[in-house]
Structure formats: structure tokens, C-alpha cells
């Protein structure tokens, strides 16, 4: 990666999909990684960060991306970009293969030899017992899970690269509708009464939370597989009525609707009833503790007070 003239700067880190929630707050902690953090990354030398979005490269454009690749020459990739909405997913696969497995194919290829990470999600699995392993076999009911579970392999290939699972993300996106919180407010705001699961369990994390780990596993050196969630296992109604009280304390006049719902009267694709990560091995890695959903819940009404 080195290039002519001692005095020439190295090529940044890489973070795509740097406008949506996960990868916007990837950006806003790079300023709390240390110049020898970074260090570690590009072989004891300095290297800065780049922010990519749609409007800077379509990364379906595979040729305008090898051409900036070969331009910038990162030291790392950070792949957050996605299709993630399940709904389009289901209503378009082949974009959602485009995207999320053919993109990630590429990319992965061209950081053949430089550290790769890659968002991926707990939906990979079926639900059908919670608390999943590292080790625990995939079963993906719907496309996007689907095309998640295809590009882990790809990325599980190279042992220098890496991939984390992740679960529901909160916080505050740049255009404030990348979040499940966000986007409850915002059917709120709409008049929207929301029917949410009582028998449908995640583990949801501040993104920061993710973020923030995303640039330990780097800055360590660390590859492989590793669940990054939430610790505390809360059914879809149960998040529903924690934003909902915050949401009442931002904004007292907004008529937070919600209506408890079970999987057995759902009609539409196959959804997981639980796929609660167990995240000990990253606990163990890095000498960290999982966030609580809840703690997090309570600085959002400390904050709106």
C-alpha cells in the first residue's frame, strides 16, 4: 500500500454507507480513535477516514469503484451499505442480491489483503430458540436474511476479514428515519397506530454502541465471526411502549399509538420469533459488557427533560 515520497499520506478506512445510521455513527467516533489506533490499521503509520455515500460512488457501479480503489488506496473497509429493509427485499431480489451479495463479493475482493468488516444481522437465524452462538447454524426466512447469510460466507473466506451480527440499532440517523425509534416517532407523527409482536424478541443497541465496538474489533486486529447486540432480550411491543415514553417526554402532545399483536395471527412472510444474540465472545475479546436497551432509553428522557 505504500506509495512514492515518504511525505505521501497512506489511504483512509473506508466506511460505506456512511448516510444511514450505523455507518454515520462509525464516522462521528473515527475523532476518538488515536493516531495510534489508526496506526495498527495501516502498519504503524497515520490514516484517515472516508465517508462514502450514493452521492460520492454507487457501489453497484463496479467499475467506478475499482477506479477509486485504485485512486485512495484504503487501508480498511467498514461495509455497512445495504439494502436492509425486508419489505424491499422481498418485493425486488435481485436488487437485493445486487446490493447485498454481489457488492459485498466485490468489495471483498478488491480488500483482499487489508482488513474488511461486514455489518450483517441476527435475522440470519429462524428464531425458533434465542440466544444464538457464533457457531449455531443459519437459517434465514426471508431475502434480505437471505442475502445476509450468502455474503457472510463470502467475507468468512478470508481470513483477514470479518463479520458482525448485529440486532435492532437506535439513535439518531441523519435524516432521522434509519432508526426503529425514529421510525415510530414518525408513524406517530402520522397518526399511525402501531401493531407490534408480543411474541417476537430482539436484543436492540444504541448505534454509537455498535459503532464504538465496530472500531475496537478493528483497531485490535480482530477477525472472524462476532455477535454485537443489545443485552437485554425485549419483545417488538415491549421497545414499542420504552420509545413511546420517551417519545411523550420529547413531545407531550404526540399521541403515541400502539397495539399488542401475536405471531399466530400474522399473515404475511416468515418472521423469526427470536433471534436474541448471545455476545460473550465479544464480551470476552475486547473486556467489554453489552449495553442495556434500557439504560439507553432512560439518558433519551434524562435528555428530553
Not at 422481498?90 to 457488492?103: H, I, T
Not at 447454524?137 to 478470508?158: F, H, R
Not at 414518525?186 to 443497541?205: C, K, M, S, Y
Amino acid at each position: 500500500m505504500s506509495r512514492q515520497g515518504t511525505e505521501t499520506a497512506l489511504g483512509p478506512v473506508w466506511i460505506t454507507g456512511a448516510g444511514g445510521l450505523i455507518g454515520h455513527a462509525l464516522v462521528q467516533l473515527s475523532s476518538e480513535r488515536s493516531a495510534t489506533d489508526l496506526g495498527t490499521i495501516s502498519g504503524g503509520q497515520g490514516c484517515s477516514i472516508r465517508a462514502l455515500t450514493r452521492g460520492i460512488v454507487d457501489l453497484t457501479n463496479f467499475a467506478a469503484v475499482d477506479r477509486l480503489f485504485t485512486e485512495e488506496q484504503p487501508v480498511g473497509v467498514i461495509h455497512c451499505a445495504a439494502i436492509s429493509k425486508s419489505p424491499a427485499c422481498q418485493k425486488d431480489p435481485a436488487n437485493a442480491r445486487l446490493n447485498n451479495v454481489e457488492v459485498t463479493r466485490h468489495l471483498a475482493a478488491l480488500a483482499d489483503s487489508i482488513p474488511f468488516l461486514f455489518l450483517s444481522t441476527d435475522l440470519v437465524f429462524d428464531g425458533l430458540r434465542g440466544g444464538y452462538l457464533e457457531s449455531d447454524p443459519v437459517n434465514p426466512l426471508s431475502v434480505y436474511a437471505e442475502t445476509k447469510a450468502e455474503a457472510e460466507q463470502i467475507i468468512l473466506a478470508n481470513k483477514r476479514h470479518t463479520v458482525i451480527r448485529t440486532s435492532l440499532n437506535c439513535g439518531k440517523s441523519p435524516l432521522g428515519c434509519s432508526a426503529f425509534n425514529e421510525e415510530m416517532r414518525n408513524a406517530w407523527q402520522l397518526g399511525r397506530t402501531l401493531d407490534l409482536f408480543v411474541d417476537e424478541f430482539r436484543t436492540p443497541i444504541p448505534a454509537l454502541e455498535t459503532a464504538r465496538n465496530i472500531w475496537k474489533l478493528l483497531t485490535a486486529g480482530q477477525t472472524g465471526l462476532f455477535h454485537l447486540a443489545g443485552a437485554e432480550r425485549l419483545s417488538r411491543y415491549e421497545i414499542g411502549l420504552k420509545v413511546a415514553d420517551v417519545c411523550r417526554k420529547q413531545n407531550p402532545r404526540l399521541m403515541t399509538s400502539l397495539r399488542p399483536g401475536s405471531l399466530a395471527q400474522y399473515q404475511g412472510a416468515p418472521r423469526a420469533p427470536d433471534t436474541c444474540l448471545d455476545c460473550r465472545r465479544i464480551e470476552e475479546t475486547l473486556g467489554i459488557k453489552m449495553p442495556l436497551f434500557s439504560t439507553w432509553i432512560i439518558e433519551q428522557m434524562s435528555q428530553a427533560g
